[in-house]
Each structure stands twice: as C-alpha cells, then as structure tokens.
C-alpha cells in the first residue's frame, strides 16, 4: 500500500529555516514526480515546488531563490529546504507523488504544519 509521511514541520521565527522530509513507501519512487504543495487558511492547495523522474525542477514564484527541492532516490525520500521565511509561508504542507505515465496513481501525505511567526 502506498503512503507518503511528511517530516519536519514546525514554528520559526521569520527569516528562518525549516528542512522538510518526506519518506514514501509502497511506491516504485524513481518513476514518480514528487513535490510539496501548501494550503493556509481559507485558501486553496498551491504548488510549492515538485522534481520530475527525470531532476527537472519547478518552483512556485514565491519561493523560488529560499526553497529547494531534492530526492534521495535510493531512499525514496524527497526533501523541502526552506530559509528566509515569512510569516506568508505558513501552512500546511502536503507530500505528493504522482506517477510520470500513469498520472491516476497520485498519493499525498497527512500534511504538516509550519508557522512562520515572531
């Protein structure tokens, strides 16, 4: 069975730093597009960056320059590097995976709370 588990959220001052981990299981990772999307209150889920089978990388504008996104495909693990964050930044952060050819196969994780506060 598939599951994603998200790791490393938590409170930080602005102009912080937070590393978000998250572990697959179940999955043929190398094959998958993974990413983290965000969704604060009262407004939709976003793209926050996601890393395809083949390493190319997208960002949302908002982030581009303070996060970045890397896979441990070994480890079936993709990572979130946050630094310089703003209190717009807090969220809650879901893992996902999609399949490169079959796109129906999509799984997220529970999601994980950061809160960027002074």
């Known amino acids: 069975q598939a599951q994603l588990v998200e790791f490393g959220g938590g409170l930080v001052q602005p102009g912080g730093s937070l590393r978000l981990s998250c572990a697959s299981a179940?999955?043929?990772?190398?094959?998958?597009?993974v990413g983290w999307y965000r969704q604060a209150p009262g407004k939709q889920r976003e793209l926050v960056a996601n890393i395809r089978s083949s390493d190319s990388i997208n960002y949302a504008d908002s982030v581009k320059g303070r996060f970045t996104i890397s896979r441990d495909n070994a480890k079936g693990t993709v990572y979130l590097q946050m630094n310089s964050l703003k209190p717009e930044d807090t969220a809650v952060y879901y893992c996902n995976a999609k399949h490169s050819v079959l796109p129906t196969h999509e799984y997220w994780g529970q999601g994980t709370q950061v809160t960027v506060s002074s």
């Open positions: 179940g999955i043929t990772f190398p094959m998958y597009t």
